[in-house]
């Protein structure tokens, strides 16, 4: 395949990839929206109308400025069928995020090209189906497994594992950019030792943290370029 047969094949590629992404997003939302609202009049169940829109709109305070953050943060990372796939079933920060920069790693792909896109959306996928795997065991096997998961024994793993996942993963990262790092780490550590009840918002602050990073590698550019 030469140059231009590989860049043809590129567009043909990102094109069909948002026209196939936008029809699923579409029907995940129909079936996200419909399910609940389906089963309420078939239930006649239906909620009251105006606690119903005051309730969204204090959620959608909250959600829609992290939601918008995260697509700025994260869509560069995943390429556009990695974000397809990744906002369309969730947990972001817990699996998707994970397994696409791991399997970046292990091909070796950079951010920002198409390789890594493919490689992105490729891992989303796989995590997307295993997710579902275990879910579906899950379901069959929570009643037989409910004394071990609810044993007191177990709880402070299953509170930690998410900050054990990404301190892993994060290490090679502050290894690599010590520089970029620094202020969004002492930002970060200092505030969860002032104020620990913020523990519970970390998702919030995970994405707070990464619009410093950005805005702090935009200055260092700026810095670097001026001193070329």
Known sequence: MNEQERKA?????????????????????ILLIGAPFAMGLSLNAMPDANAFVKGFLQIAIVYIPSSL??????TPMLGAGGSYLGFLTGN????????????????????GTTE?????????AASSLVTTVV??????????LRPILESEVLQPAFNNVVPALFGAMAYKYFRKGKKLVAIPLVLMTVLFICMPN???????????????????????????????
């Open 198 to 228: 913020l523990i519970s918002n970390v998702g919030f602050l995970m994405i707070l943290s990464g619009a410093i990073a950005i805005a702090h590698a935009w200055l260092i550019f700026r810095k670097e370029g001026k001193a070329a």
């Open 9 to 29: 094949y590129l567009e043909q590629y990102d094109s069909r990839t948002h026209f196939f992404g936008r029809i699923g997003l579409l029907i995940g939302i």
């Open 92 to 111: 972001l920060i817990n699996m998707k995020i994970p397994c696409a920069l791991n399997a970046r790693d292990i091909a070796g792909t950079e951010a």
């Open 135 to 144: 879910i579906a065991l899950g379901v069959l096997l929570m009643i037989p």
């Open 116 to 124: 890594n896109e493919i490689v992105s959306t490729l891992s989303i």
């Open 69 to 74: 953050v995260e697509f700025l943060i994260y």
